[in-house]
């Protein structure tokens, strides 16, 4: 009879460890995040550049200073469709390998908005156009 007694006593022991180690690990962590706000998801917006002025040399595009074209962008080429950060965003045309700016504008930029920025004009004359793209498909019906 003891030792039917001593063999649910280990049983049951052995039970309430297997049980016990995986519980404590389920409920214990590193660090209380509790309190912690979630890290926000950038919100971003779409830009298109292009160069329409052709009398102007190639150009590199900055957005915050960053260069984000890695070969001179040519008349009529266009960027295609950047995803950027949205909110006010400063936007240069350089000439190409240089410092010198000739567009320099903050732009605006909607969450989940599109837009298309121009180099317009002659070179002695040049300007950005900007326009919010609307890029919705239609079906046309006959």
Do not use: W
């Not at 404590?24 to 926000?40: L, R």
């Not at 052709?54 to 962008?73: E, I, Q, R």
């Not at 000739?102 to 930029?109: F, G």
Request: a negative charge.
């Amino acid at each position: 009879m003891k030792m039917f007694q001593n063999s649910i006593s280990r049983f049951g022991f052995r039970s309430l460890v297997l049980i016990a180690i995986p519980l404590s690990v389920a409920f214990t962590s590193c660090k209380d995040d509790d309190d912690e706000e979630p890290t926000p998801t950038p919100t971003t917006a779409r830009l298109l550049v292009t160069h329409a002025s052709p009398d102007a040399p190639g150009v590199d595009l900055l957005l915050d200073n960053v260069k984000v074209n890695s070969a001179a962008l040519e008349y009529p080429n266009n960027t295609g469709y950047l995803t950027v950060n949205s909110g006010s965003r400063n936007v240069k045309v350089n000439v190409t390998g240089t410092t010198t700016t000739v567009i320099d504008a903050t732009l605006a930029l909607v969450t989940n908005k599109n837009y298309s920025v121009f180099a317009v004009d002659s070179v002695s004359k040049i300007s950005a156009v900007v326009i919010e793209d609307n890029r919705r498909l239609y079906t046309i019906v006959e």
